[in-house]
């Protein structure tokens, strides 16, 4: 998921999650592997996976995001990471495995969303106030992640990526449209942005 216009995201320090990461490419709308439920993590712990954490969180980073799933770096499995601020300014930072997302509050709000798969373009959407998801961490240990606003938003989006589901297509058919011309008009602006930060992030 994007990072909200209204909060600078340059504020926010390299996580120590992205130590030793690589940027990737990320996928963009149309790619398949966006658009179907990704493959269970069975093989925990191994070095493959946590290099794929440690790239996605330097990705992420790159792009201006607050969380990201495998898929949207090519890669076939139910995994997302994410590095979110909370209500209250604090600061969300983790990966979840095979998530299974339940919503807790009977709430929705609606805010603009965007993605980093959508490069660009961002509407509103309305979405459950107050989620939890269950999963695990690289090592197979159980987790459980609960968010409310902004975070709660992020867990959604992200989990909805595991099973294939972008949020445009949670969007009426004039407002999907509309966020793809957004995307066309907006998109060699954010790939140069986000090749250069690249280059500075990279820097020794």
Not at 100 to 129: D, M
């Amino acid at each position: 998921m994007s990072h909200p216009p209204s909060r600078h995201p340059d504020e926010r320090s390299l996580p120590a999650e992205a130590a030793g990461g690589i940027c990737r490419e990320i996928t963009e709308i149309g790619d398949p592997v966006l658009h179907r439920r990704c493959q269970d993590v069975t093989e925990f712990a191994t070095p493959e996976l946590s290099r794929l954490i440690k790239d996605m969180f330097f990705t992420m980073h790159v792009a201006h995001g607050v969380g990201l799933a495998a898929g949207q770096v090519g890669v076939d499995l139910r995994l997302f990471v994410y590095d979110c601020p909370g209500a209250r300014g604090e600061r969300h930072i983790g990966h979840v495995l095979n998530p299974e997302l339940q919503v807790t509050g009977e709430y929705a709000i609606t805010r603009r969303e965007g993605c980093l798969s959508v490069p660009g373009a961002a509407r509103e959407l309305i979405r459950p106030a107050s989620v939890t998801v269950r999963g695990a961490d690289w090592r197979g240990n159980p987790v459980t992640v609960s968010g409310t606003g902004l975070f709660a938003r992020c867990l959604q989006h992200e989990t909805d990526h595991t099973d294939g589901t972008l949020y445009v297509d949670r969007l009426t058919p004039e407002e999907r449209g509309r966020s793809l011309a957004q995307m066309y008009d907006n998109r060699a602006s954010v790939m140069a942005e986000r090749a250069g930060r690249a280059r500075s992030l990279a820097r020794p």
